[in-house]
């Protein structure tokens, strides 16, 4: 009875196999999914292993004590890891999030959040266990390395060798953290950090504005090749993508750090990047609805073009060859209008097929 019992476990368990692997078969670069469709805005992405997926609340929506919440289905979502993190008068503040914005998980299933802390003027990094939801670690970035006034957005997280990388788009520079030692260096000053004039934001048919003046938004995404031997970097207003050795991050030299820094090719006016295992680079088109592709000659070629990426957000890849994005009508919120919120939800959280696949496996 037992070995019927495992040879019937085993034929099912073939079969689910597979099942999946001929529904995958039916996809084709660049098919586009609607993961969910929210009435509160997302701001970064993440995926586990499994397929869970968590995304921030935009400090940019409508107030609401909502910070991080984990997809349920296709209109629905919870707080996590749970209503305590959340905001809340008269809560124990060390154990809230503020306003949070870049998230990631790293090889281990961790998820990593930076907490950009604008009314507390502490800028902070969380770790959580994705499985049990238990609160890891918290690394608090001091003054010096993260001033107030700075906005840092996006992170990437190697767990291979204990190093987050962050970029600071208000006071524009790179950010590195030792996980273990929890000691932080900035690199700044550089002209790779700055916007470029020429890359103009341009959405539903008009230059985009910001806080009344054109936009112009420095260093923002930043990606991790699948070894975590390069970090990748650029303006959201700007069209080059450059690359510079983690080791040199690391170690904290600036004139080394500068003389690192290289050119890898084009990207468009974009707010999030990722990289595949396989070394390609994919970023979110803002001026056209879209996810491009670099290709093998540093040139761009669009992957998808569709009005539900109204200001695709951010970009990570999560389970098979899916790149997850948050789409968000950030342009609409009251900080570009200049008018009040000018949103509608739905919001939304969507998928692009790829044929690529995540790079923490190597990691």
């Not at 969910?36 to 107030?63: C, E, K, M, Q, Y």
């Not at 080791?247 to 890898?264: E, G, H, M, P």
């Given at each position: 009875?037992?070995?019927?019992?495992?040879?019937?476990?085993?034929?099912?368990?073939?079969?689910?196999?597979?099942?999946?692997?001929?529904?995958?078969?039916?996809?084709?670069?660049?098919?586009?999914?609607?993961?969910?469709?929210?009435?509160?805005?997302?701001?970064?992405?993440?995926?586990?292993?499994?397929?869970?997926?968590?995304?921030?609340?935009?400090?940019?929506?409508?107030?609401?004590?909502?910070?991080?919440?984990?997809?349920?289905?296709?209109?629905?979502?919870?707080?996590?890891?749970?209503?305590?993190?959340?905001?809340?008068?008269?809560?124990?503040?060390?154990?809230?999030?503020?306003?949070?914005?870049?998230?990631?998980?790293?090889?281990?299933?961790?998820?990593?959040?930076?907490?950009?802390?604008?009314?507390?003027?502490?800028?902070?990094?969380?770790a959580f266990d994705i499985a049990s939801g238990k609160h890891l670690k918290i690394i608090t970035l001091d003054d010096a390395i993260a001033p107030r006034g700075s906005f840092i957005q996006d992170l990437v997280v190697d767990a291979r060798t204990g190093w987050i990388y962050l970029a600071d788009i208000s006071n524009p520079g790179l950010i590195t953290v030792n996980i273990d030692t929890q000691k932080a260096t900035r690199f700044s000053g550089h002209a790779s950090l700055q916007s470029e004039k020429s890359a103009v934001m341009h959405i539903d048919g008009q230059d985009t504005q910001f806080n009344g003046k054109p936009a112009a938004v420095a260093v923002n995404p930043i990606t991790l090749s699948a070894d975590g031997k390069k970090v990748y970097f650029g303006a959201m207003n700007g069209y080059s993508w450059y690359e510079v050795d983690a080791?040199?991050?690391?170690?904290?030299?600036?004139?080394?750090?500068?003389?690192?820094?290289?050119?890898?090719g084009k990207k468009p006016v974009s707010d999030g990047a990722a990289i595949s295992a396989q070394g390609h680079h994919y970023f979110t088109d803002l001026n056209n609805n879209g996810i491009d592709m670099m290709d093998s000659r540093g040139e761009l070629v669009p992957l998808v073009r569709s009005a539900l990426l109204d200001w695709p957000d951010s970009i990570q890849f999560g389970d098979k060859n899916w790149l997850y994005i948050s789409s968000n009508q950030l342009h609409r919120t009251a900080a570009f209008t200049g008018k009040g919120d000018k949103g509608e939800a739905p919001y939304r959280i969507l998928r692009v097929w790829t044929d690529d696949t995540q790079p923490f496996t190597s990691r």
């Open positions: 009875m037992i070995k019927i019992t495992k040879t019937i476990l085993l034929t099912s368990a073939l079969m689910l196999t597979a099942t999946q692997a001929f529904a995958d078969t039916l996809h084709k670069k660049g098919d586009l999914e609607v993961v969910a469709a929210l009435d509160i805005r997302p701001g970064n992405v993440t995926v586990s292993d499994n397929g869970r997926v968590f995304a921030t609340v935009h400090p940019l929506d409508i107030p609401s004590r909502w910070r991080l919440i984990e997809i349920t289905g296709k209109k629905s979502w919870k707080a996590w890891p749970d209503d305590s993190w959340q905001k809340s008068e008269g809560g124990d503040a060390a154990h809230q999030i503020d306003t949070p914005l870049g998230i990631t998980r790293d090889a281990q299933n961790r998820l990593w959040l930076v907490d950009m802390g604008l009314n507390t003027g502490k800028t902070r990094i969380l080791a040199s991050l690391q170690k904290a030299d600036d004139k080394a750090i500068a003389n690192n820094i290289r050119v890898v």
